[in-house]
């Protein structure tokens, strides 16, 4: 079969570097073609036309051409540019960790995801909008594990498969979800998950963004989800993200004196 030597193509910037002496190298995930790398020649010059519609967290329609070894951007008109994500530093942390959650575990090779597609572009529109900052990335964090088949076990002991009871558990990270307290008792790579982030996990596993909107959690709980979620992908990944060091600096930073 014979490839095409041009594709359309609509895409969301997850990342790009240099490449040579004044083109740049962009790492799309499109909606019908999955994750892809491409060239844009010249973007480094003061001349060039294409490299601000081709920012990352910028979605685009391209049309690409095939090179020999990666494919190089032709044309490029700008669909959404979410300025707000490159106005705000701690928006544009929260926008470079949804980009690079999905960057870490979307390969090349993959078929393309146009569900999944819309999830990325859903959750930079929200970020966007100044939703809630926790509530978008959580969300955007179960629904992600779901499309990759890593759905945490949150309803039945993952050890035992009895119904977890409403109380503190533990959360196994190489179960792949909730060990309840009598199989939980002395498991190596575990950390404690109580009751009510539990709680708000399940809500956010079933739900429609716009019932899981709803929910209101204490500080104490949002800050012990984004750790257990946290520890979950580093597990997953054998590497910790970069993002969330930044995302950690950039509010140190905010803090008064």
Known sequence: MT??????????VLRHSNWGEADRLVTLFTSGQGKLRAIIKGARKPTSRKAGHLEPFTQVKLQLARGRDLFIVSQAEMVDAYLPLREDLELTGYASYVAELL?????EEQAANPSLFRLL?????????????????RYYEMRLLDHLGF???LFECANCER?????????SYKAGGVICLRCGQ????????????????????RSSYADAARAKPAAGVRSEAEALMQGYFTYLLERELNSPGFLRRVKQNQKPP
Do not use: C, M
């Open 151 to 153: 759905r945490p076990q």
């Open 103 to 107: 960057d870490r575990f979307i390969y």
């Open 3 to 12: 490839l095409p030597r041009s594709i359309r193509a609509q895409a969301i």
């Open 121 to 137: 572009a859903d959750t930079l529109k929200r970020l966007a909008d100044h939703e809630d900052t926790w509530l978008v990335v």
């Open 186 to 205: 002395g498991l190596p790579n575990q950390t404690r998950i109580g009751v009510d982030t539990l709680k708000y996990l399940r809500h956010f596993q």
């Open 163 to 171: 119904e977890i009871q409403p109380e503190d558990q533990f959360f």
